[in-house]
């Protein structure tokens, strides 16, 4: 008996769609995510289950860790109305091209005056580890209280509010650096500000 031959079929399958598919996905992701901006004083956050979203505007973030304190402020025009007081303040000169390198710096923690040798510096070398050794903010010679000071009034005579301040302290940050800090936020009656942790699970 002759045997029956089975018709074969065409196992080839037409991916142009999957294809499609995909890279509108890969597309979307890569337009839609931010990159993640290097920070010169990276900080282990203490955990947390709430979650509450900082301004995107008009906020002052202050940044603790190793005993080190930096600051920062968003908004370029913040920044260049902050750094005029400043200058004002320790007799400093900077071109207009140094004040707009400076509009583009997140945060930073120089003494005022290294603040030239900061902005000349590239974006990767200021943030390599021990480039900057902080704010001063001890009571002889309290810079941090200059800069919120300045940020403050920037902020009321930019855009006419009041600046909002964010505390970002390491978890293993001991709590005298805290406190002053603190202590320095209160003496200009800034009694509300924010406090950046890490998010959490509840059952973490």
Known sequence: MAKVKMSKKSTKIDMTAMCDVAFLLLSFFVMTSTAKVPEPL?????????????PDTDLA???????????????????????GKIADRYQLQFSEE????????????VPAGNLKALIAMSSDER??????????YDSLDNQLREWVLAARYAARDVHGTELKVAIKGDAKEEYPTIKKVIDILQDQKVNKFFLVTGLRSDDF
Do not use: H, Y
Request: aromatic share 6%; proline share 7%; no cysteine.
């Open 98 to 109: 140094e004040i707009k390198r400076f509009s583009l710096i997140d945060g930073f923690g």
């Open 127 to 136: 943030n390599k580890e021990g480039k900057q050794p902080g704010i001063p």
């Open 42 to 54: 990276p900080v282990d956050m203490p955990a947390s289950t709430r979650e509450t979203k900082l």
């Open 61 to 83: 973030t202050v940044t603790i860790g190793d005993g080190k304190v930096f600051f920062g402020m968003t908004g370029q025009d913040l920044r260049r109305d902050a750094l």
